[in-house]
């Protein structure tokens, strides 16, 4: 029988990342090629940057591809249903707003099913950070069109081309209330760390969406090459514009991406002004809890 040889730990030191990460559940799930890998490197660099208390520090994800990566971070995770990650994580900051709390999901489960939840918790200014893998279509749940597919491409359910005018998430984002909007591709991992980490550190909702592929249905279906096919794209098409219009920055099918921080401003979050407004209302040495109902209900 052969031995297994003694490695030196110098040889295979720990990966930089290995505290951040739940490698008892790798390999991961995704598909060869898949923008997501890159993804979570980018996110896990960008919390470490932020510098943000791991126990105090946790992650929603919703349902599909990018609703794992929640899985996948050895820190507090919520791996909720069908578009409702955006009410879970509110819940969560209203409750404990000590907490730093990040959405991570796609652009299906965020924008369609859950784009009620997502237009109201920028409206409201919750004091969260959401970050959307969008890669154009459902891609778990078999490659259907979604909200942000674009005009003419193909899916299982646009098979003769997409007839529907797709979202441009950065611009309902910001033009629902966020405070902080930003989008990469995940070919930019280190912009996209720097702009995640700026986005946890800033008070308010802030959206940054990564622009991802998916080889196994939308790159397969659309004719568009393979995984390394599409970085290159990315690497030829993106157009960073800082500061640009969110209006201006739609995509279709084959065309430039926009890329870069497009809005960056201050706005009260919505537990600081809950918080001032009640310390109007409620007596200044009294719990809450001790203000009769009926006495609140008519201040209010």
Same mark, same amino acid.
């Given at each position: 029988m052969p031995t297994e040889l003694a490695v030196p730990e110098e040889v295979y030191p720990d990966h930089p990342m290995s505290g951040m990460l739940r490698e008892d559940r790798f390999p991961h799930i995704w598909c060869p090629g898949?923008?997501? $890998?890159?993804?979570?490197? $980018? +996110?896990?660099?960008?919390?470490?940057?932020?510098?943000?208390?791991?126990?105090?520090?946790?992650v929603v994800s919703g349902i599909g591809c990018a609703g794992r990566v929640a899985g996948y971070l050895a820190i507090d995770s919520f791996h909720t249903t069908h578009g409702r990650a955006l009410p879970f994580a509110t819940g969560l900051k209203l409750a404990r707003p000590e907490l730093t709390v990040t959405v991570f999901s796609g652009d299906g489960d965020?924008?369609?099913?859950?784009?009620?939840h997502f237009i109201h918790a920028a409206r409201r200014n919750i004091d969260m950070t959401v970050i959307c893998s969008n890669n154009f279509i459902y891609?778990?749940?078999?490659?259907?069109?979604?909200?942000?597919?674009?005009?003419?491409?193909?899916s299982t359910t646009t098979p003769y081309g997409c007839f529907e005018h797709p979202f441009s998430l950065p611009h309902l984002a910001a033009a629902s209330g966020a405070s902080y909007v930003a989008r990469w591709t995940s070919l930019h991992v280190r912009r996209l760390?720097?702009?995640?980490?700026?986005?946890?550190?800033?008070? $308010?909702?802030?959206f940054v969406e990564i622009i991802s592929p998916c080889p196994t249905v939308y790159l397969r279906r659309?004719?568009?090459?393979?995984?390394?096919?599409?970085?290159?794209?990315?690497?030829?098409?993106?157009?960073?514009?800082?500061?640009?219009?969110?209006?201006?920055?739609?995509?279709? +099918? $084959?065309?430039?991406?926009?890329?870069?921080?497009?809005?960056?401003?201050?706005?009260?979050?919505h537990h600081v002004l809950m918080q001032e407004q009640l310390a109007d209302i409620l007596p200044p040495d009294a719990e809450s809890t001790d203000v009769p109902e009926d006495e609140v209900i008519a201040q209010v």
């Open positions: 898949c923008g997501l $890998g890159t993804t979570l490197s $980018g +996110f896990v660099a960008g919390l470490k940057e932020a510098k943000v208390d791991p126990d105090k520090t946790c965020l924008t369609a099913i859950g784009g009620n891609g778990m749940t078999g490659g259907q069109g979604g909200p942000t597919t674009p005009t003419s491409a193909h760390s720097k702009a995640i980490a700026e986005a946890i550190a800033k008070p $308010g909702f802030s659309n004719k568009l090459g393979d995984g390394l096919a599409m970085m290159n794209y990315f690497k030829e098409k993106s157009v960073i514009s800082h500061g640009a219009d969110p209006a201006d920055v739609g995509i279709s +099918f $084959g065309s430039e991406i926009k890329v870069g921080k497009f809005v960056d401003i201050d706005r009260a979050p």
